[in-house]
């Protein structure tokens, strides 16, 4: 059992580090709903999620790009609020060059 959660643990990526200021982007969807978000593409740097998102309230559907910007698709499952945080990292270091937050609403 040891050597599994250690095998575990090296292939996680590790945590980001401290996030550079960034816009907030506010975003108001109905339950059922799809949203996109966009961020734009740096070269030798990834976008990844930075923090924990509520799950109960939106779910990652999809992602991809398409020319200079990275796209991610949510859906909307449940009413509530939650923050969606991205950092921009060179491949899956801690270390963040950019940040994006989407403070997300669902409704009914």
Do not use: C, N, S
Not at 17 to 29: E, N, S
Not at 98 to 106: E, N
Request: proline share 6%.
């Amino acid at each position: 059992m040891r050597v599994l959660l250690l095998a575990l643990g090296i292939a996680t990526a590790p945590p980001v580090g401290p996030l550079p200021k960034g816009p907030t982007i506010h975003v108001a969807t109905k339950v059922g709903k799809t949203f996109v978000v966009t961020l734009p593409k740096r070269a030798g740097l990834d976008w990844r999620i930075a923090q924990r998102f509520d799950a109960r309230v939106v779910r990652e559907v999809a992602e991809g790009d398409r020319g200079a910007t990275v796209w991610v698709r949510f859906r909307a499952v449940a009413p509530g609020t939650t923050r969606i945080v991205f950092a921009q990292t060179r491949g899956e270091t801690a270390k963040a060059y950019a940040a994006r937050t989407f403070r997300v609403t669902v409704r009914r």
